[in-house]
């Protein structure tokens, strides 16, 4: 894999966690009664180098 491949898959898994908390976030804005917030387990994305 070249380097530019790597690059390229990183910054989709930083785009892709990042939208993964800012949902999980607004989510638990939504419900503020909720005292209890249940946040999605994120599932671990493997990039082999």
Do not use: C, G, T, Y
């Given at each position: ?21 800012r ?13 209890e917030?249940?946040?999605p ?9």
């Open positions: 894999m070249h380097a530019s491949e790597r690059e390229f898959l990183l910054a989709w898994r930083i785009l892709i966690d990042n939208a993964l908390e949902n999980a976030a607004k989510s638990a804005a939504a419900s503020p009664a909720n005292k917030v249940i946040v387990r994120r599932q671990s994305i493997d990039i082999e180098f």
